[in-house]
């Protein structure tokens, strides 16, 4: 079975400042992983997803996560914070491209 | 293209009563997937339509909880009778393969349940 644990329920930084969202995974087998964003009162909404073709992963918005399998990490990272990103983040993680099992979400302020 | 989407937006009925939540997933999409939210804690699955047969049902909670997807179009989510724990908010998504990404769930806005 594959677990996600996400380190920070909510992250605060200031407008201009690095984005940075902590995310590992335990997974038996390769996974695929992935990042959601929920806008207030949205659905969510994919910013990126990791497929082992590189371990660097490009998104919208700004947004990239790099996989780090020794760390079994997927972290995602913004070099600087617009208020426009104020919402909640999900990671989550996936085995033969199927249900996906979430973590707990980090809630993410921009401080003006 | 049109996205997921899901209907109502809201509902509020009391324990003991009947809702049935709809999706309908975006056109194309043989794969269909449930999930729920309740506060505060994760996102989880609940099931995974194949067209119309279910693939997965690991994650019903339990038989007050009833899934169809007819014709492999919408589908359909009755909670009967509700109690006060199936308060949460209920997502759907549907997937198509993409020779980039592969396989891509697209979710839906949720419905936003609350049994009182």
């Known amino acids: 079975a594959q677990s996600v644990t996400q380190l920070g329920s909510h992250v605060s930084v200031s407008e201009g400042a690095l984005v940075l969202l902590r995310c590992n995974y335990s997974?038996?087998?390769?996974?695929?992983l992935f990042w959601y964003v929920q806008y207030p009162n949205q659905g969510l909404q994919l910013l990126l997803k990791?497929?082992?073709?590189?371990?660097l992963v490009k998104g919208i918005n700004g947004f990239e996560a790099e996989f780090k399998k020794s760390e079994t990490s997927f972290h995602l990272t913004k070099p600087s914070a617009h208020m426009s990103d104020a919402a909640e983040y999900f990671c989550?993680?996936?085995?033969?491209?199927?249900?996906?099992?979430f973590g707990t979400g980090t809630r993410l302020t921009i401080i003006p | 293209e049109a996205g997921v989407t899901q209907f109502p937006s809201h509902s509020v009925i009391e324990k003991g009563q009947t809702v049935t939540l709809r999706c309908d997933p975006i056109?194309?999409?043989?794969?269909l997937y449930w999930y729920r939210r309740v506060m505060g804690k994760e996102i989880k699955f609940l099931l995974h339509?194949?067209?119309?047969?279910?693939?997965?049902e690991s994650g019903m909670p339990n038989n007050r909880f009833l899934a169809e997807r007819t014709g492999g179009t919408y589908s359909t989510l009755k909670v009967q009778p509700a109690e006060l724990e199936d308060s949460g908010v209920y997502f759907c998504?549907?997937?198509?393969?993409?020779?980039?990404?592969?396989?891509?769930?697209?979710f839906g806005p949720g419905t936003r349940l609350l049994v009182l």
């Open positions: 990791y497929t082992s073709a590189a371990t």
């Open positions: 998504a549907s997937s198509r393969w993409d020779r980039a990404l592969g396989e891509t769930q697209y």
């Open positions: 056109s194309g999409h043989d794969n």
């Open positions: 989550a993680v996936s085995v033969r491209d199927e249900k996906l099992t």
């Open positions: 339509f194949v067209k119309e047969s279910k693939q997965d």
């Open positions: 997974s038996s087998v390769p996974p695929y």
